[in-house]
């Protein structure tokens, strides 16, 4: 199972970070992703990371903004926020596939519920 913690309501310009705790199997061969959804939109791809290196990647808009992260010892995955835009409100979801990372929303197996960012003007 995967959990996901950390949205609110945030004015632009400001911080979030977002947690994603993984429980019920062992995710160290796992690549863990973070995608969301906004109003009337598609899911998309925000980042991914691979729980046995530090490899990540990010889609190109929130590249030099989020930073994606992993804690081991929690088997948690995190996803920091800055110099948020009011564009990035959605509900952001955690994700996790077995092997290398991948950006497609149909390669990952499982998926949290998702916790809602609101990014206010």
């Known amino acids: 199972q995967l959990q996901a913690s950390g949205g609110g309501l945030v004015q632009a310009g400001g911080s979030l970070r977002l947690s994603c705790a993984a429980s019920g199997r062992t995710f160290s061969s796992y690549t863990m992703a973070w995608f969301r959804q906004a109003p009337g939109k598609e899911r998309e791809f925000v980042a991914a990371?691979?729980?046995?290196?530090?490899?990540?990647y990010y889609a190109d808009s929130m590249k030099g903004r989020f930073t994606i992260s992993r804690d081991n010892a929690k088997n948690t995955v995190y996803l920091q926020m800055n110099s948020l835009k009011p564009e990035d409100t959605a509900v952001y979801y955690c994700?996790?596939?077995?092997?290398?990372?991948?950006?497609?929303?149909?390669?990952?197996?499982?998926w949290g519920q998702g916790t809602l960012v609101t990014v206010s003007s």
């Open positions: 990371i691979m729980w046995s290196v530090s490899n990540t």
């Open positions: 994700a996790a596939r077995t092997g290398g990372i991948g950006s497609q929303v149909r390669e990952y197996t499982y």
